[in-house]
């Protein structure tokens, strides 16, 4: 036997054709596998998701909360039974982990009693800006870490539902001045609270003349248009804009 002979590599055993390469791999890789594992993975470790709820006392927003994730958040106070009202706007975050299907959701909703109920409500965003940005720094000086965590707490806020009073007329001087600075800090979802208050007619064109407000104003709420490259999620944020008309309404 020649020395200077080698025996065919696996690659030459057969003729290569246009259709297979001429290395084709004579393994399995199992790269379809990765989904289902990060889905397992997922699964056990459950999902977060933290949301802020801002708007003036007695626009239902504990209610909205209950009934929206079907579980008792908080316990809701009304003003004027022996409540007094917040002096200053103060923060408070409840967490709650709700499980549906074997699917594990840590939810946490962060309240901000105190909002707009001031007879002066003067740079009365700036706490709840500052808390959103904090959370944000916190979550990124963790992220850029060489050793972090196995797991790092999200805290970020990832939605805000703003509560529109029904006033039936338009957005109020602080709706606008408050919404300018949040939709570029969150994802904001506005709500024309109590809607049950209105009549049909004029709940239709006070939704109007808040999106006219929007666009006036360039307030730019969920969905963003800079979230519809996907086309599934072009389709989908499609779906939401047609149902919600840009608005959502809770009675």
Not at 10 to 32: D, F, Q, W
Not at 78 to 91: A, I, S, W
Not at 108 to 120: A, K, L, M, R
Request: hydrophobic letters at 30%.
């Amino acid at each position: 036997m020649d020395p200077m002979r080698r025996s065919p590599s696996p690659c030459s055993s057969r003729p290569s054709s246009p259709r297979t390469p001429p290395c084709e791999m004579l393994g399995y890789v199992g790269i379809e596998a990765v989904l289902d594992q990060l889905k397992i993975k997922a699964m056990k470790m459950g999902f977060e998701f933290n949301i802020m709820v801002v708007g003036q006392s007695g626009l239902g927003k504990s209610t909205m909360v209950h009934t929206l994730f079907k579980s008792k958040m908080w316990k809701s106070t009304v003003p004027g039974l022996g409540t007094p009202t917040p002096q200053t706007l103060k923060l408070q975050s409840v967490t709650h982990v709700i499980e549906e299907k074997g699917v594990k959701l840590k939810l946490t909703v962060t309240d901000t009693p105190g909002f707009g109920d001031q007879i002066n409500n003067d740079k009365c965003w700036d706490p709840i800006l500052g808390y959103i940005n904090e959370q944000y720094e916190r979550y990124l000086q963790e992220e850029i870490l060489i050793t972090r965590q196995r797991h790092i707490p999200d805290t970020r806020v990832h939605c805000c539902v703003y509560f529109v009073p029904p006033t039936g007329h338009c957005l109020r001087p602080l709706d606008i001045e408050f919404l300018q600075r949040l939709c570029w800090t969150v994802n904001v979802v506005p709500v024309i609270a109590r809607a049950d208050s209105l009549t049909i007619e004029e709940r239709e064109t006070f939704r109007r003349r808040i999106q006219h407000n929007l666009r006036t104003h360039c307030i730019d709420v969920y969905p963003q248009k800079c979230f519809d490259e996907d086309i599934n999620d072009r389709i989908l944020n499609s779906k939401i804009r047609r149902r919600a008309g840009g608005k959502f309404t809770y009675s």
